[in-house]
């Protein structure tokens, strides 16, 4: 029984930090709150179903590859929607959080109704590629493949973030604007340039967190709120600004909120993990891992 | 200034006034937007003035709502256990319930939950100075807290369905068109004094305060406010406003659901405020009229447009008009002054 | 004489880096202490300290033989030490007039703000001191639309309100044309009279004109104290600094 809650909290870990990873990019390191990040997962998981239909009914013999195709092009997808809206809309707000905080809820609003205009209020079910069925057996319990895919695509996700962030000339540009913009831009790096692509980069992953949903169950226009206050509260637990905390955060929630549901119910747990979090922050108000300043305000 | 005032009076005396001249279903209309422009005041002194922004009054509102409507429930029960109740199997009403058969103690809950709630929320967060964005996500995650367990509890709050098909208060029927009239007027009053009661606040030193504990916290510290017991205060006596709405609107509407407290009812709420103004209590009460006669409109008749259209508001109105309706009444206001004066100067230099 | 102010043994650690180690420090009535010293010596920590913005890790810090080591910082201002930041801090969306209001010496708990009304006398207070720094006629003006001098002048306005018993100055005169330093010296000596003052200052002929008694500190220690030509005497201060003067030179000939 332990083992298979354990599985279960490490899987629903693994789908927060999933989507929480690209809010940690763009709430975490440049400090804008995109409420409109649970939708541009929707479009990842629409882009996922799209190319579904396409590989049916084209080649509906290897239909089973398109989740292979998938990935990719749905953090394109939803990479490129984020690069539009970081040009049009939240490249005007940066010094105003709440207010973009604000006009990010619109855009979700009209994203979300524009996927109803398209493809219908109820939800589609995405068939997930036989491959995947199945599962593993450990110690008595079963972990099916599709979690166990997940769980690892979320940790290859987390490597490759993390190589680019510390190894690559365009990682270290982000961390550059991220600590200190002026200095930055005194440097010679195109502040504004890099604003784009980290805001792209954190609209892509929130695509391939949407892709990654539609393996457990059906999609609808409103899957982004379903979501997106979770993943939140994982970055504020983790502390802004780290990845590491982010990280400690989603598995944290993930394996206490599937402990409490076990030995109470899903609502209280809900009720339980919320006062827990808000109990946490009384010990450490900046989260699990933070950066100490000294600047007034 | 003395132009505004007298504004302000025939704007009241037209809402007192308005049972006379319009239509029963019009009235209840308004009856229920004047509601909502009560949370809108306390809104706008939360954000416009002290800079908070709150995704969670719908929890307040709907806290005082469900306050009242336990009370109008026992009331239509007539000593029975709740219709809801019983088909979810309970056998006996809940001890909680019970005080509420009690239209004083569902009153006084009504105001005292709601603040007791904001209170406990701001005071844990605002004292570890956890502020901005970070307080409005974690006030957005009370509301997802609160519908699961209002939608999740059934037995004891009537579930996704809420609490609904009331009959009396304090023996008259809700139903009668006098009794409505009479809510109507109630409502009206407690728009009139929380108006006037938040004016004064705002005008005198404590607004001061706020203000700048909006624009420099730290500094307000240093000069030796604690700004903490000032940011919990002002949220809790929002959080107030709120639950008398949502009592006031129960009694009006006969019906509160999960539904209606839920994220997107608190940041529409938001928006009322940043329509008519936030940094005006009476440009938040407009922009909270407005909204919903807007939405009531177009949601009933063209309702896939009506999200498009509350979406591109949010974007609009942040990015281009960020002082909402009072804002652009205050320019207009400033241009012709400047007319005025242009056109005086110009006398004056026709005369020497 | 009963000192205003001491420091004794005063740690602060920041995640394993010792900012200041051991400070031991006394000011006494209508003092102007002068804090020097480079970069990095811990200086605005120290103030940070005194201030109760930054916690000590260890050591007291004693106002008038009260500890307010683990006072949270309005508590600190509220008993009489005031602090001026680098950066000029005013409510810029309130007129003069309010700033100097908030700014007023007076019961600052909800209860009694709820309440407050400006008395006769108050009003007086207030003109007095805007007439002193020269915004008497700005008071209906928004703060945000001063210049970048009267701001300044109206934060020193908002300090001296608050008829403080300690000042903490970070840098006053950075960013200064001639006259306005010249002018923020006397006003220095002028404020003396009334209560001390812990000044943190780089521009040396600034220190030298207008100090009696300087503290150098290094390395978050007190190096030495004493009259400025005391301090120049003295060997571990002509090291520290001639030290990175030779380290500098080395660098410059690379």
Same mark, same amino acid.
Request: charged residues 15%; contains cysteine; aromatic residues 12%.
């Given at each position: 029984?332990?083992?298979?809650?354990?599985?279960?909290?490490?899987?629903?870990?693994?789908?927060? #930090?999933?989507?929480?990873?690209?809010?940690?990019?763009?709430?975490?390191?440049?400090?804008?709150?995109?409420?409109?990040?649970?939708?541009?997962?929707?479009?990842?998981?629409?882009?996922?179903?799209?190319?579904?239909?396409?590989?049916?009914?084209?080649?509906?013999?290897?239909?089973? $590859?398109?989740?292979?195709?998938?990935?990719?092009?749905? %953090?394109?997808?939803?990479? $490129?929607?984020?690069?539009?809206?970081?040009?049009?809309?939240?490249?005007?707000?940066?010094?105003?959080?709440?207010?973009?905080?604000?006009?990010?809820?619109?855009?979700?609003?009209?994203?979300?109704?524009?996927?109803?205009?398209?493809?219908?209020?109820?939800?589609?079910? @995405?068939?997930?590629?036989?491959?995947?069925?199945?599962?593993?057996?450990?110690?008595?319990?079963? %972990?099916?493949?599709?979690?166990?895919?997940?769980?690892? #695509?979320?940790?290859?996700?987390?490597?490759?973030?993390?190589?680019?962030?510390?190894?690559?000339?365009?990682?270290?540009?982000?961390?550059?604007?991220?600590?200190?913009?002026?200095?930055?831009?005194?440097?010679?790096?195109?502040?504004?340039?890099?604003?784009?692509?980290?805001?792209?980069?954190?609209?892509?992953?929130?695509?391939?967190?949407?892709?990654? $949903?539609?393996?457990?169950?059906?999609?609808?226009?409103?899957?982004?709120?379903?979501?997106?206050?979770?993943?939140?509260?994982?970055?504020?637990?983790?502390?802004?600004?780290?990845?590491?905390?982010?990280?400690?955060?989603?598995?944290?929630?993930?394996?206490?909120?599937?402990?409490?549901?076990?030995?109470?119910?899903?609502?209280?747990?809900?009720?339980? @993990?919320?006062? #827990?979090?808000?109990?946490?922050?009384?010990?450490?108000?900046?989260?699990?891992?933070?950066?100490?300043?000294?600047?007034?305000? | 200034?003395?132009?505004?005032?007298?504004?302000?009076?025939?704007?009241?005396?037209?809402?007192?006034?308005?049972?006379? =001249?319009?239509?029963?279903?019009?009235?209840?209309?308004?009856?229920?937007?004047?509601?909502?422009?009560?949370?809108?005041?306390?809104?706008?002194?939360?954000?416009?003035?002290?800079?908070?922004?709150?995704?969670?009054?719908?929890?307040?509102?709907?806290?005082?709502?469900?306050?009242?409507?336990?009370?109008?429930?026992?009331?239509?029960?007539?000593?029975?256990?709740?219709?809801?109740?019983?088909?979810?199997?309970?056998?006996?009403?809940?001890?909680?319930?019970?005080?509420?058969?009690?239209?004083?103690?569902?009153?006084?809950?009504?105001?005292?939950?709601?603040?007791?709630?904001?209170?406990?929320?701001?005071?844990?967060?605002?004292?570890?100075?956890?502020?901005?964005? =970070?307080?409005?996500?974690?006030?957005?995650?009370?509301?997802?807290?609160?519908?699961?367990?209002?939608?999740?509890?059934?037995?004891?709050?009537?579930?996704?369905?809420?609490?609904?098909?009331?009959?009396?208060?304090?023996?008259?029927?809700?139903?009668?068109?006098?009794?409505?009239?009479?809510?109507?007027?109630?409502?009206?009053?407690?728009?009139?004094?929380?108006?006037?009661?938040?004016?004064?606040?705002?005008?005198?030193?404590?607004?001061?305060?706020?203000?700048?504990?909006?624009?420099?916290?730290?500094?307000?510290?240093?000069?030796?406010?604690?700004?903490?017991?000032?940011?919990?205060?002002? =949220?809790?006596?929002?959080?107030?406003?709120?639950?008398?709405?949502?009592?006031?609107?129960?009694?009006?509407?006969?019906?509160?659901?999960?539904?209606?407290?839920?994220?997107?009812?608190?940041?529409?709420?938001?928006?009322?405020?940043?329509?008519?103004?936030?940094?005006?209590?009476?440009?938040?009460?407009?922009?909270?009229?407005?909204?919903?006669?807007?939405?009531?409109?177009?949601?009933?008749?063209?309702?896939?447009?009506?999200?498009?259209?509350?979406?591109?508001?949010?974007?609009?109105?942040?990015?281009?008009?960020?002082?909402?309706?009072?804002?652009? =009444?205050?320019?207009?206001?400033?241009?012709?002054?400047?007319?005025?004066?242009?056109?005086?100067?110009?006398?004056?230099?026709?005369?020497? | 004489?009963?000192?205003?102010?001491?420091?004794?043994?005063?740690?602060?650690?920041?995640?394993?880096?010792?900012?200041?180690?051991?400070?031991?420090?006394?000011?006494?009535?209508?003092?102007?202490?002068?804090?020097?010293?480079?970069?990095?010596?811990?200086?605005?920590?120290?103030?940070?300290?005194?201030? !109760?913005?930054?916690?000590?890790?260890?050591?007291?810090?004693?106002?008038?033989?009260?500890?307010?080591?683990?006072?949270?910082?309005?508590?600190?201002?509220?008993?009489?030490?005031?602090?001026?930041?680098?950066?000029?801090?005013?409510?810029?969306?309130?007129?003069?007039?309010? +700033?100097?209001?908030?700014?007023?010496?007076?019961?600052?708990?909800?209860?009694?703000?709820?309440?407050?009304?400006?008395?006769?006398?108050?009003?007086?207070?207030?003109?007095?001191?805007?007439?002193?720094?020269?915004?008497?006629?700005?008071?209906?003006?928004?703060?945000?639309?001063?210049?970048?001098?009267?701001?300044?002048?109206?934060?020193?306005?908002?300090?001296?309100?608050?008829?403080?018993?300690?000042?903490?100055?970070?840098?006053?005169?950075? !960013?200064?044309?001639?006259?306005?330093?010249?002018?923020? !010296?006397?006003?220095?000596?002028?404020?003396?009279?009334?209560?001390?003052?812990?000044?943190?200052?780089?521009?040396?002929?600034?220190?030298?004109?207008?100090?009696?008694?300087?503290?150098?500190?290094?390395?978050?220690?007190?190096?030495?104290? !004493?009259?400025?030509?005391?301090?120049?005497?003295?060997?571990?201060?002509?090291?520290?600094?001639?030290?990175?003067?030779? +380290?500098?030179?080395?660098?410059?000939?690379?």
């Amino acid at each position: 029984m332990f083992i298979d809650q354990l599985f279960n909290g490490l899987s629903v870990g693994s789908i927060l #930090l999933l989507i929480a990873i690209g809010l940690a990019i763009t709430f975490g390191l440049m400090g804008v709150i995109n409420m409109a990040h649970g939708e541009l997962m929707m479009v990842g998981a629409y882009t996922t179903y799209v190319i579904q239909q396409w590989f049916t009914s084209h080649m509906p013999h290897s239909a089973g $590859l398109y989740f292979v195709a998938a990935i990719p092009l749905s %953090f394109l997808a939803a990479a $490129l929607l984020g690069w539009g809206l970081e040009k049009s809309l939240i490249r005007h707000l940066y010094r105003r959080p709440l207010d973009s905080l604000l006009a990010t809820w619109g855009i979700s609003l009209i994203l979300q109704q524009t996927a109803r205009l398209i493809f219908g209020a109820p939800n589609v079910a @995405v068939v997930p590629p036989s491959w995947l069925d199945g599962g593993i057996r450990l110690f008595g319990a079963v %972990f099916p493949y599709k979690r166990l895919f997940i769980l690892c #695509l979320v940790l290859a996700i987390v490597f490759f973030l993390y190589m680019y962030l510390m190894k690559t000339r365009a990682g270290r540009r982000i961390q550059a604007v991220t600590m200190n913009r002026s200095m930055a831009a005194c440097l010679g790096i195109a502040t504004q340039k890099v604003d784009a692509y980290s805001f792209a980069i954190g609209s892509g992953l929130a695509g391939v967190a949407g892709c990654a $949903l539609t393996l457990l169950g059906p999609i609808g226009p409103t899957i982004g709120t379903y979501y997106i206050v979770d993943a939140f509260m994982v970055v504020i637990l983790g502390g802004v600004g780290k990845l590491a905390g982010t990280l400690l955060g989603a598995f944290g929630i993930g394996l206490i909120s599937t402990f409490v549901e076990y030995s109470t119910s899903a609502t209280i747990a809900k009720v339980i @993990v919320f006062v #827990l979090i808000i109990a946490f922050l009384q010990w450490k108000p900046s989260g699990l891992l933070s950066v100490r300043t000294r600047s007034l305000d | 200034m003395v132009n505004k005032r007298w504004g302000y009076w025939l704007f009241f005396a037209a809402l007192f006034l308005a049972p006379f =001249y319009l239509t029963e279903f019009r009235l209840s209309l308004l009856g229920k937007f004047l509601c909502f422009a009560i949370v809108a005041v306390g809104i706008s002194l939360i954000w416009g003035y002290t800079g908070i922004l709150s995704l969670g009054h719908g929890v307040y509102f709907g806290l005082g709502a469900y306050c009242m409507a336990m009370y109008l429930k026992l009331e239509a029960s007539r000593g029975h256990l709740p219709d809801f109740m019983e088909w979810s199997g309970v056998r006996e009403l809940p001890w909680f319930w019970k005080p509420f058969a009690h239209p004083m103690v569902a009153i006084a809950a009504a105001i005292a939950l709601p603040t007791l709630l904001a209170a406990l929320l701001s005071y844990l967060t605002f004292k570890n100075r956890i502020k901005g964005v =970070y307080f409005s996500l974690l006030s957005q995650a009370v509301v997802v807290v609160f519908v699961t367990l209002f939608i999740g509890k059934q037995e004891w709050t009537g579930g996704t369905n809420g609490l609904t098909n009331f009959s009396t208060v304090f023996g008259f029927s809700l139903s009668s068109p006098l009794t409505q009239i009479v809510l109507y007027w109630l409502t009206t009053a407690c728009l009139a004094l929380i108006f006037v009661a938040a004016r004064r606040l705002t005008s005198g030193r404590l607004g001061k305060v706020l203000i700048a504990i909006r624009d420099a916290e730290n500094r307000v510290r240093f000069l030796g406010f604690n700004p903490t017991v000032y940011k919990v205060f002002v =949220y809790s006596l929002s959080a107030a406003f709120a639950g008398v709405a949502g009592a006031l609107f129960v009694l009006q509407v006969g019906l509160i659901s999960p539904e209606m407290m839920g994220i997107i009812p608190s940041i529409e709420m938001v928006l009322w405020a940043a329509v008519g103004g936030r940094q005006s209590l009476m440009g938040a009460i407009i922009g909270a009229i407005v909204m919903n006669t807007a939405k009531s409109f177009l949601s009933e008749n063209y309702p896939d447009l009506w999200l498009l259209l509350l979406g591109a508001l949010f974007v609009v109105v942040v990015l281009l008009v960020p002082k909402g309706l009072a804002g652009i =009444y205050e320019s207009l206001v400033a241009v012709r002054i400047k007319a005025k004066r242009g056109h005086e100067r110009e006398a004056r230099v026709d005369v020497s | 004489m009963k000192p205003v102010l001491m420091c004794r043994d005063v740690v602060v650690d920041f995640d394993g880096f010792r900012a200041l180690q051991g400070v031991d420090l006394a000011v006494y009535p209508h003092e102007v202490r002068f804090l020097i010293g480079p970069n990095g010596a811990g200086k605005t920590t120290l103030l940070d300290v005194i201030c !109760g913005r930054t916690r000590a890790t260890d050591g007291r810090v004693l106002f008038f033989s009260h500890d307010i080591t683990k006072r949270p910082e309005y508590e600190i201002v509220q008993m009489g030490i005031a602090r001026k930041f680098q950066s000029p801090s005013i409510f810029p969306f309130l007129t003069v007039w309010e +700033n100097m209001e908030l700014a007023m010496r007076q019961d600052r708990r909800l209860r009694s703000v709820l309440r407050a009304k400006r008395t006769g006398e108050e009003e007086e207070i207030m003109a007095a001191q805007l007439e002193r720094i020269g915004l008497l006629d700005e008071r209906h003006r928004l703060a945000g639309t001063l210049s970048h001098g009267q701001k300044q002048w109206l934060e020193i306005g908002m300090q001296l309100i608050q008829r403080p018993q300690l000042l903490l100055l970070d840098e006053p005169i950075a !960013g200064m044309s001639a006259a306005e330093r010249e002018r923020t !010296g006397e006003w220095l000596h002028e404020i003396a009279k009334h209560c001390a003052v812990i000044i943190v200052e780089h521009d040396m002929d600034f220190v030298r004109r207008y100090s009696k008694q300087v503290t150098v500190m290094h390395e978050g220690k007190v190096l030495c104290e !004493g009259s400025i030509d005391e301090v120049q005497q003295n060997e571990q201060v002509i090291d520290v600094y001639l030290g990175r003067r030779k +380290n500098a030179c080395y660098a410059s000939g690379m």
